[in-house]
């Protein structure tokens, strides 16, 4: 399933980092909102390995997370301190660590390291995990980029976000409210075609190639055109995607070919 915007915060500051209780901040609120009695998996890029967001989320929020690190991270491994980039994986090969600390200035501790190189894309990747690591890790961790897809349906795919060239932060943070409801009744629009069998009527691809929320949007526009009655939904289910998106055949079909041979120790330099 698409990422969904439920909580937000404009910062107005001439920085790209953003500090660390403005992400507390956020984090508390979405918080808030989350049902009980669900396992909550923080995702994020490198701008946030930091060993005190990875404090807070395990000791206060009850969080579980999966991060990707830099390559000049170090990590403490049976005693020694290491740099990321010292494990030099060959294409296609995977290693995890057992609890390692991260962090030589400021160390946290207790936390699992997964690296890999991946032979299709010829990238090196380091997730840092609060829990035991394996394969799995970067399954998961995967799903974070349904955020970046989403970024394309706020810009020139759809809302033209930065087209608004608004300055003041109120402003702009009413404006993504608009923009989050209207996503959210988009998305669910197009959930209910899929689900419905309609799919065909507003996406010409034999498998579903664009987003719910994209097929939500040409839904309502065939709906005015023909003078359907539109429904509201209020549901959206957490299960699995019954009809993932396929934009592309041979990236979907390469992803399938991924395969991996797990290290038991680190390789040596």
Same mark, same amino acid.
């Given at each position: 399933?698409?990422?969904?915007?439920?909580?937000?915060?404009?910062?107005?500051?001439?920085?790209?980092?953003?500090?660390?209780?403005?992400?507390?901040?956020?984090?508390?609120?979405?918080?808030?909102?989350?049902?009980?009695?669900?396992?909550?998996?923080?995702?994020?890029?490198?701008?946030?390995?930091?060993?005190?967001?990875?404090?807070?989320?395990?000791?206060?929020?009850?969080?579980?997370?999966?991060?990707?690190?830099?390559?000049?991270?170090?990590?403490?491994?049976?005693?020694?301190?290491?740099?990321?980039?010292?494990?030099?994986?060959?294409?296609?090969?995977?290693?995890?660590?057992?609890?390692?600390?991260?962090?030589?200035?400021?160390?946290?501790?207790?936390?699992?390291?997964?690296?890999?190189?991946?032979?299709?894309?010829?990238?090196?990747?380091?997730?840092?995990? /609060?829990?035991?690591? !394996?394969?799995?890790?970067?399954?998961?961790? &995967? +799903? @974070?980029?349904? *955020?970046?897809? #989403?970024? $394309? /349906?706020?810009?020139? !795919?759809?809302?033209?976000?930065?087209?608004? &060239? +608004? @300055?003041?932060? *109120?402003?702009? #943070?009413? $404006?993504?409210?608009?923009?989050?409801?209207?996503?959210?009744?988009?998305?669910?629009?197009?959930?209910? *075609?899929?689900? #419905?069998?309609?799919?065909?009527?507003?996406?010409?691809?034999?498998?579903?190639?664009?987003?719910?929320?994209?097929?939500?949007?040409?839904?309502?526009?065939?709906?005015?055109?023909?003078?359907?009655?539109?429904?509201?939904?209020?549901?959206?289910?957490?299960?699995?995607?019954?009809?993932?998106?396929?934009?592309?055949?041979?990236?979907?079909?390469?992803?399938?070919?991924?395969?991996?041979?797990?290290?038991?120790?680190?390789?040596?330099?």
């Amino acid at each position: 399933m698409e990422a969904k915007t439920f909580i937000w915060k404009v910062v107005a500051q001439s920085s790209s980092t953003v500090r660390l209780w403005t992400i507390q901040r956020v984090l508390r609120q979405a918080q808030r909102l989350m049902p009980e009695g669900v396992a909550i998996v923080l995702l994020a890029d490198r701008g946030f390995a930091d060993g005190k967001l990875m404090k807070y989320l395990r000791e206060n929020l009850g969080w579980h997370f999966r991060i990707r690190i830099k390559r000049s991270f170090q990590f403490q491994h049976q005693g020694q301190w290491r740099q990321v980039s010292s494990v030099q994986l060959q294409p296609g090969q995977a290693y995890f660590t057992p609890a390692v600390s991260v962090g030589r200035t400021k160390p946290y501790d207790n936390v699992y390291l997964a690296f890999a190189h991946d032979k299709l894309s010829s990238e090196n990747w380091t997730i840092v995990s /609060d829990e035991p690591t !394996n394969l799995q890790t970067f399954a998961q961790y &995967r +799903l @974070r980029f349904q *955020v970046e897809e #989403s970024f $394309l /349906d706020l810009k020139s !795919n759809g809302f033209n976000l930065e087209a608004s &060239r +608004l @300055r003041d932060k *109120v402003a702009l #943070s009413q $404006l993504c409210g608009v923009i989050a409801l209207t996503m959210l009744f988009l998305v669910l629009q197009g959930v209910q *075609v899929v689900a #419905s069998g309609k799919r065909r009527q507003v996406d010409a691809h034999w498998k579903r190639g664009m987003s719910y929320l994209k097929l939500g949007w040409n839904w309502i526009r065939l709906a005015i055109t023909h003078q359907w009655k539109i429904h509201v939904y209020q549901f959206l289910s957490c299960s699995p995607d019954p009809q993932p998106a396929i934009a592309s055949r041979r990236q979907h079909d390469d992803s399938l070919k991924r395969e991996f041979t797990v290290l038991s120790r680190i390789p040596a330099s």
